[in-house]
């Protein structure tokens, strides 16, 4: 919250004094002035931070350790691609550093400006990211050690009670308070599940209950461990992301009592953020500044203790160091001056692509869908975020299928790498299909091949580890790749092998799913199916399998807990995620179109028709929506089942009426009940008179 108060207020104040117009709407200039505006106050929060770390460090062990901490601050990669972005960490990180050197001053006497100073600026960190309350954990541990130097004879549970630390902790909380009233008032606001960037989601996101696309590169996350050597290297480098933990643990144990507090707030600070299930370097961002600092009390000690040969020895060792260091530093920094590669990428795009010609792209956060001219060429949505969402409803060979579908439209494709490439190959075993399909356009096996590419970690030139925070390079070089189809013949047989190759992997549904089906002994498929949920929970068509098996034997008590656990309202576990209500729909078209390619074209139909009784709300995209249903028809069409086909086309009307609906059930009914065809002409001259052929249909029909 305290980021956002920042801009609002200095959009505020400086509208009247620039003379800018309202910024509420959103125009390109106004757009624009609040980007600029939200990106001064975030360089400007990460450059006061060196001077922070400075006075840090001089605190602790005098000039020559501060000038060292703030050198190490001041050329991190980390901290210098956070200063480029609007996010909390870099005012986190100031407001940490501020309380620490108040509360270094408190451990070494007892000051009521002090006192209040501190509450403050733990406040302050508090109206940023909760998290910043552990550092009263920290001063209350500097309070109680103060006084027991001073009284030695004291009792531990008196000096808990010193009235240093209950006015730090009062104006903390009140500082907070004035922050984020609603935290008194309505301090339910903060858990109500108001959408993908609530403070409750967010909370479900970083433990992993709710999965996303964005965090499937840490489903095997090892706590605490992945995330210092996921960020940590990137953020300073190898070397000295070994060296702090050595600092840290000589602070630990061998430090000054005003050491033992930094590195006591270092293990706070890093021991919920390595619980998390996702990662990111910024996380461990706020974390170079105060190590950094106990770094240049370890380099200030050992210079002085040891004899002039070792000193100057220590001394080359140090410059090679922060020569490493500078590199990775200056590198990060020229490139902010350099191209984006998305811009790079559309501009290649518009040279070597012929207008009109349809070229396929991503959603998501380092998408190329906002760099393609759609007006110049037609874009072709992946749906990838549909095929995340109905993983768990449908067959692999279904999906491979909808993904064929849609990439047929697609002349070219225009993919950023760390946007969903890297994230499905690190999780094929739950996403066979979406790996399987970039794992083999990277091959050239998909029918595409790379005209070229832009960005990456060639571009930025930083040597970063074999395995990545997709953020590092995504948000400022993602690695872009365009590529041009070879053929249609060539596309069809990419997605022949694909299909061929996930569906036997072991990781797919389909053959267990077929055998069950076929099986004529109820008994010994309701034992395969439940082999089949253990061997692949994250698949949801073996519970309703099983479900329906139970309601023919009578078994309704149980029958009705299956269908409940299948249901995506319901779903719990390595599934919740599919509890996302925009995407219940189109679980249950893939489910039904997965069941009708099972040979089961009644349990089909009546997939369908639950839709409206078990998914939340009305669809968002009703003309998607219906895409994905008359696909169920099709299936159904090409296996001979043309009544169950005419109910769900039936059924699709009342998603959204159309045209193309209309007159495929005026076909299916001439030949039936005439005068239903004739209904279902009339009302499509109705939408569309001009439509000659429907028209003359018409015409024979009442002829007739």
Not at 46 to 67: K, N
Not at 89 to 100: E, N, R
Not at 139 to 161: C, Y
Request: a neutral charge.
């Amino acid at each position: 919250m305290l980021p956002a108060t920042l801009l609002r207020g200095s959009l505020f104040m400086a509208t009247p004094i620039l003379g800018w117009d309202d910024l509420t709407g959103t125009s390109p200039t106004n757009r624009r002035r609040v980007f600029v505006t939200a990106r001064v106050l975030a360089a400007t929060a990460s450059t006061l931070l060196i001077p922070m770390t400075w006075w840090l460090g001089v605190a602790l062990f005098g000039r020559t350790a501060g000038a060292l901490a703030a050198l190490v601050v001041a050329l991190s990669p980390g901290a210098i691609q956070q200063a480029h972005f609007f996010i909390v960490d870099g005012f986190l990180a100031l407001c940490s550093m501020a309380a620490l050197v108040a509360i270094l001053s408190l451990s070494r006497r007892s000051s009521s400006s002090l006192v209040v100073l501190s509450g403050v600026l733990i406040g302050l960190g508090m109206a940023v990211r909760l998290t910043a309350g552990l550092l009263g954990i920290v001063l209350a541990v500097a309070v109680v050690l103060r006084e027991r130097e001073a009284a030695p004879e004291s009792p531990w549970i008196r000096r808990l009670w010193h009235r240093d630390i209950w006015i730090a902790a009062a104006v903390a909380a009140t500082t907070l308070i004035a922050l984020e009233p609603f935290l008194l008032v309505r301090p339910q606001l903060m858990w109500t599940m108001t959408g993908p960037r609530s403070f409750a989601n967010a909370v479900l996101v970083g433990d992993g209950t709710i999965l996303r696309t964005w965090a499937l590169v840490d489903l095997e996350v090892i706590p605490l461990l992945s995330h210092w050597v996921g960020g940590m290297p990137l953020a300073v480098g190898w070397p000295l992301a070994i060296l702090f933990i050595v600092v840290w643990g000589w602070a630990l144990v061998r430090g000054t009592l005003q050491m033992r507090l930094v590195a006591l707030w270092c293990a706070l600070f890093f021991f919920p953020v390595g619980m998390l299930t996702t990662r990111a370097i910024r996380y461990v961002v706020p974390l170079v500044p105060p190590l950094a600092c106990l770094l240049g009390v370890a380099a200030a000690r050992l210079q002085e203790k040891l004899p002039r040969q070792g000193g100057w020895m220590a001394l080359v060792i140090g410059v090679l160091l922060m020569g490493e260091l500078g590199y990775r530093g200056t590198t990060m920094g020229r490139m902010y001056s350099q191209e984006d590669s998305r811009i790079q990428a559309a501009r290649e795009i518009a040279q070597r692509v012929p207008a009109g010609t349809p070229i396929g792209v991503e959603g998501s956060g380092y998408t190329m869908a906002h760099f393609v001219d759609h007006d110049r060429n037609p874009r072709v949505w992946f749906d990838v975020s549909r095929l995340f969402y109905a993983t768990p409803y449908s067959t692999c060979e279904d999906r491979a299928w909808h993904l064929h579908k849609t990439l047929t439209a697609a002349e070219y494709l225009a993919i950023a790498e760390e946007n969903r490439s890297i994230q499905f190959r690190a999780a094929a075993s739950r996403f066979p299909v979406v790996a399987g399909f970039y794992e083999m356009l990277q091959r050239g096996e998909m029918g595409y091949q790379p005209v070229a590419v832009f960005g990456g970690n060639e571009s930025v030139k930083v040597p970063v580890p074999g395995t990545t925070d997709p953020s590092f390079t995504g948000f400022d070089r993602p690695r872009v790749w365009v590529y041009q189809r070879e053929s249609t013949e060539a596309l069809n047989r990419g997605f022949e092998q694909l299909t061929n190759t996930v569906v036997h992997s072991g990781h797919c549904p389909d053959d267990a799913l077929r055998a069950a089906v076929r099986t004529e002994d109820l008994s010994d498929a309701l034992v395969a199916l439940e082999a089949l949920e253990k061997t692949i929970p994250f698949n949801k068509l073996a519970t309703r399998l099983r479900a329906e098996i139970l309601l023919t034997e009578g078994a309704m008590a149980e029958a009705e807990a299956l269908f409940g656990s299948y249901l995506p309202l319901n779903a719990t576990g390595e599934t919740r995620f599919v509890r996302h209500s925009a995407m219940h729909h189109y679980a249950t078209a893939f489910a039904a179109r997965s069941i009708a390619r099972l040979g089961l074209p009644d349990l089909a139909v009546q997939i369908v028709r639950e839709m409206h009784h078990y998914s939340q709300g009305t669809p968002e995209w009703p003309y998607a929506l219906v895409q994905e249903l008359n696909g169920v028809a099709d299936v159904l069409r090409d296996a001979g089942h043309t009544e169950q086909m005419a109910q769900v086309l039936a059924h699709n009307l009342r998603v959204e009426e159309s045209v193309q609906l209309l007159n495929l059930l005026a076909n299916y009914w001439l030949k039936r009940d005439p005068a239903r065809g004739v209904a279902f002409l009339k009302r499509s001259l109705e939408i569309d008179p001009g439509q000659t052929q429907a028209r003359e249909r018409l015409r024979t029909a009442t002829e007739d």
